[in-house]
């Protein structure tokens, strides 16, 4: 059982509503989650209703039948966008609807699906959501990320426990890594990190680096060049009317976008890549002049080549982070097979979209001005962790001079 369990939920559901949505009086947000999550985001809703919500959107998901239906209906569905669903984001978007996502799905629930009917029902879902995830990339509107065990998610999480005894073990981890005690101050300490965060932000700002240069012993050896008009970005962004939100709890990240031309060398994966419903293990990616040229995985390669090969800016880089080793997350020593915690335990990067407030106006650009500032384009958008306790990044500035950015895993400052 975990202590407190009530006071810290609670808690935790305040964190997401107030810092994480920092929904604002008379806003709709929409609260998608899966059917096994729905205390939190019974809590959720109720927060956002006793801060003023106007109203909210409930989208509810079910792993098991999702997982059906990937398995038996027919194919025809998967080239198939329902209006209404359209007409639902259409709305959210016109409405500025503030977005949290609780998740907690089996890391391994499509195993053993068609990678292609996967990735056919991607392509077929971007085109029409695409205006809603541009916005939501730009910091349009405010948006978070969230996390609630399930069973299947914490017995891979904790193998040698079984139901309860391994959803209480992953709360408790959840709740250590989002700063939560169950003293009702979360809110307070989350503030004070952000602030934390964007001070280093400011300081690689500062340096304003050409490129980034990755060593490690597993055999990493790439080379970033960033955008010249690049921004290093963590702990929260803000909407154009000046609303302050923060898109995942926890984070620990601070990021930017590579150039989508400017990558060269190999990257070794530090983690298992949970992607699509399915595990990739032991992998690195070859690059040359910003595209993958080369791919190769221990587990799960033809899933992670299906990803690369979804659309032609999936092939390039659209994100850079870097996650000291020494962090909360780390620190737990979990692997949680989920993005939202593993990626803040390590430095990672991501194929597929770069975020257009990465370079500084973006997100006022339109895609080909995007693009000639040195963002990638694409709907998709992967993270995979590259950060290991002896990882090197030297940054080199637009007048030649190395800085250490990392040490051993580390900040060098």
């Not at 409405?95 to 292609?116: C, F, Q, R, T």
């Not at 809603?132 to 990320?145: E, G, H, L, P, V």
């Not at 300081?203 to 990755?214: A, E, R």
């Not at 080549?305 to 092939?315: L, Q, T, V």
Request: proline share 5%; net charge negative; glycine share 8%.
């Amino acid at each position: 059982m975990v202590a407190n369990f009530e006071e810290k939920l609670d808690e935790y559901a305040h964190l997401l509503v107030e810092v994480g949505m920092n929904l604002q009086p008379g806003q709709t947000p929409r609260i998608s989650a899966p059917v096994e999550c729905a205390p939190l985001a019974r809590l959720c809703a109720a927060a956002a209703l006793d801060r003023g919500a106007r109203d909210v959107v409930l989208d509810w998901s079910d792993d098991f039948v999702t997982r059906q239906r990937y398995l038996k209906a027919d194919g025809t569905v998967f080239s198939e966008f329902p209006d209404y669903q359209k007409a639902k984001f259409d709305w959210l978007l016109d409405h500025g609807s503030p977005a949290l996502s609780i998740i907690g799905s089996d890391p391994e629930m499509l195993k053993g699906v068609d990678p292609a009917r996967i990735q056919a029902w991607q392509r077929t879902s971007a085109q029409p959501t695409k205006p809603y995830f541009d916005a939501m990339s730009a910091s349009r509107f405010q948006w978070t990320i969230g996390a609630h065990p399930t069973r299947a998610w914490a017995e891979k999480v904790f193998p040698d426990m079984k139901g309860d005894e391994a959803i209480d073990a992953l709360w408790d981890a959840i709740f250590s890594v989002c700063r939560i005690t169950g003293d009702g101050k979360g809110v307070e300490r989350w503030r004070v990190h952000v602030e934390d965060t964007a001070r280093r932000s400011k300081v690689l700002n500062d340096y304003h680096f050409k490129s980034l240069h990755y060593t490690n012993s597993l055999g990493t050896d790439l080379t970033l060049t960033l955008p010249e008009r690049h921004v290093w970005m963590g702990g929260s962004e803000k909407t154009p009317s000046g609303v302050e939100f923060v898109a995942n709890i926890p984070t620990e990240e601070i990021f930017t976008a590579p150039r989508w031309d400017g990558v060269d060398g190999r990257v070794y994966a530090a983690l298992p890549l949970a992607l699509d419903g399915n595990l990739v293990r032991d992998f690195y990616l070859d690059f040359q002049n910003g595209k993958i040229v080369n791919v190769h995985a221990e587990e799960g390669e033809d899933v992670l080549k299906h990803s690369i090969a979804m659309d032609e800016g999936s092939s390039y880089l659209g994100e850079v982070a870097l996650v000291p080793y020494d962090s909360p997350i780390r620190n737990t020593g979990n692997l949680f097979y989920n993005t939202l915690f593993d990626e803040n335990a390590s430095c990672h990067l991501a194929f597929g979209s770069a975020y257009p407030t990465c370079v500084q106006g973006g997100e006022d650009m339109d895609e080909a001005a995007q693009k000639a500032a040195g963002l990638n384009q694409s709907s998709n958008h992967v993270d995979f962790m590259v950060g290991t306790a002896d990882l090197s990044i030297v940054g080199t500035t637009h007048e030649g001079k190395k800085v250490p950015v990392f040490v051993e895993g580390n900040f060098a400052f």
